[in-house]
């Protein structure tokens, strides 16, 4: 069991959240396949339990390495991109939109996924394994899942329509590359 707690491991504890993460992603994509949306919610929310810390234990345990970093980027995409955007699109959007409106959100869509992985690349391009910021610039992809999220049950709640929750995932994708400033936890 020692390969947990090195550093070189590709499968160290800190690693092994992660992977948690990139199955409950996977997980919560399948349920929403399945119309079962409170369970996909629970599994990204699980996954976001262990994306966070993930990169606690790898710090407290000097775990981190650029593969961690390059594994944590592909889990925050599944989890925190393509999950909440499949939601929306599968939950509101499907369900209320039609014609030129789901083409509408379909290019908002494609263009939130390609802001999510822009601004991961660029993280882990201008990164460093173990380095931790005082500010993001930008919205994380996490905080941008969780306003999704809020998009989500706006619409679930009758509050938000299909048509502003549109222009909400367009206005978080804009955010997820911005120079707004966003302190880190």
């Given at each position: 069991m020692k390969f947990l707690w090195s550093a070189d491991s590709h499968f160290n504890f800190a690693n092994m959240f992660t992977f948690v993460n990139i199955t409950a992603g996977l997980a919560a994509t399948y349920c929403i396949t399945q119309n079962n949306f409170f369970v996909a919610i629970i599994l990204a929310w699980i996954g976001g339990a262990f994306d966070i810390?993930?990169?606690?234990?790898?710090?407290?345990?000097?775990?981190?390495?650029?593969?961690?970093?390059?594994?944590?980027?592909?889990?925050?995409?599944?989890?925190?991109?393509?999950?909440?955007?499949?939601?929306?699109?599968?939950?509101?959007?499907?369900?209320?939109?039609?014609?030129?409106?789901?083409?509408?959100?379909?290019?908002?869509?494609?263009?939130?996924?390609?802001?999510?992985?822009?601004?991961?690349?660029?993280?882990?391009?201008?990164?460093?394994?173990?380095?931790?910021?005082?500010?993001?610039?930008?919205?994380?992809?996490?905080?941008?899942?969780?306003?999704?999220?809020?998009?989500?049950l706006g619409h679930a709640y009758e509050v938000l329509p299909a048509f502003g929750a549109i222009a909400c995932m367009l206005i978080i994708g804009w955010s997820l590359n911005s120079t707004l400033k966003v302190p880190h936890p």
């Open positions: 810390f993930d990169g606690k234990i790898a710090r407290k345990y000097k775990l981190s390495n650029e593969f961690g970093v390059q594994l944590d980027s592909f889990a925050d995409f599944l989890s925190f991109v393509l999950v909440p955007v499949f939601l929306i699109f599968q939950a509101v959007y499907i369900s209320s939109l039609s014609g030129m409106w789901i083409i509408l959100a379909s290019i908002i869509s494609i263009y939130y996924v390609i802001s999510g992985l822009r601004r991961l690349i660029h993280f882990n391009i201008h990164t460093d394994a173990g380095e931790v910021a005082k500010f993001f610039t930008g919205v994380p992809t996490p905080l941008g899942a969780i306003l999704l999220w809020f998009v989500y």
